[in-house]
């Protein structure tokens, strides 16, 4: 059984339907890459999932769950946790206070502190400002924050948004170190990206989404082979 | 002395109007719409306080009932006519809030009918101090409101659930991805708001002793100045603006020249206000998204 379980999805604006009937799954312990150009339907798919904007149609089922209709904040306390597209994290408080936010659904003290000294170790930047107000840190900051607030809700699924999206190339690397990092300690990554080149290189399979349709999959290496992938979306 | 004494009685009556305008504040910065029947909930209080101390003597306790009653209708309102229109234009919950008021109004004309009541709830009488003199109600007024706004602002910086009211007014969206209730979060914002006039509306009581359908009106509307002059959804801009507009109408009041313009000045420091700083004394820009 897949970890996440997307069905027949469609999502509308209006009269304008965004997300035409997507269908895709996530297993446990994957890496899985969504790529596609702007205005595809990622950011609004990334949306659904997480339960920010109503579906017209199709079925999110979670650990065998139906989260379909849930609210996000009971979607968040089930396991699974968003990194939003332009990180989101909240400018006035600081970057202890954010970390305490994206622990908001735990209860344990300890374990709250152990993934706190985890993110502190990983990003010494963090802890080194963790008084000073979010909204004062560098982009690249702001995205480390964004990703360690993520973790902080000790989550089994994590979905990414663009992650990489207005960083320098430095950052995107270490965005996609923690992503490797984030696997490797069990949990399972989704990740929508512009970014093909990386997202494919670090992703166990991806889906290629066109105007509100997926038109590909595969795993990540036999899409960055790919002729169609190479012109379309690696600049190649 | 006479300036020293027109200075805490601006201050009190300033604390009351703080009080008020932290509801239309709070809930501007986190449910994103003006409540306008904000001010009738001072009424409900004034009502409920008249009942219960007419019954039981013990001003104390009408007092905490009108708080718990405020709380209700405060939170019921707002599951009943806000909540559904969640998502819906401002004009349409604008609307509503103003319909609300009538409601709760003409609701308070059917029981209690239209003519003003007199509620005097104590003779505590007056400090003097050599030329010096402050009804002792000044000084519980201005103790209270000022340890009300110090426990509220404790309460929104040290606590969980005070910095996840912050992270809901700074953004929706985000807050709800990080397993925050936004629904618990208005009802705990509507609930405090609600309080914070029952406790205006008692002290109210205590410096006008008359309570009628429209006490909430006035009251109401110079607590919603005062927190636009001090920025509105900004929790310290509601308290600074509350104090101030409280000053400078003593101050007026105290000036006979001035006194009978002593309203109009104080919508003219709105007016001003809003041209040479739009967004209030503490009020921040609204960041663009990038």
Redesign the interface.
Known sequence: MALLEVEGLEVSYGLIKAVKGVSFTVEKGEIVALIGANGAGKTTIMHAISGLIPKAAGKVVYNGEDITSLAPHKITAKGISQVPEGRRIFQELTVYENLVMGAYTRKSKKEFKDTLSYVYDRFPILKERKNQVAGTLSGGEQQMLAMSRALMSHPDLVLLDEPSMGLSPLYVNTVFDVIKEMNADGKTVFVVEQNANKALAVADRAYVIETGKITMTGTGEELLKDERIKAAYLGE | MEFLTTFINGLSLGGVYALIALGYTMVYGIAKMLNFAHGDIIMVGGYTIMVFFNMTGLPLAAAGVAVVFCIVTGVLIEKLAYKPLRGASPLAVLITAIGVSYLLESLAQIIFGSDHKMVILNHWGTLEIGAFSVSYNTIVTLSSAIAIMIALTLFVNRT?VG??M??VS??R???????????NIITITFAIGSALAAVAGAFYILKTPDVSTTMGSMPGIKAFTAAVIGGIGSIPGAMLGGLLLGIIETACLAVPALAPFAIAIEFGLLIIILLVKPTGILGKKK?E??
């Open positions: 969980k910095k996840a912050l992270a700074e953004d969206d985000a807050a709800s991805l990080m397993g925050i209730s936004v629904n960041r998204k990038v």
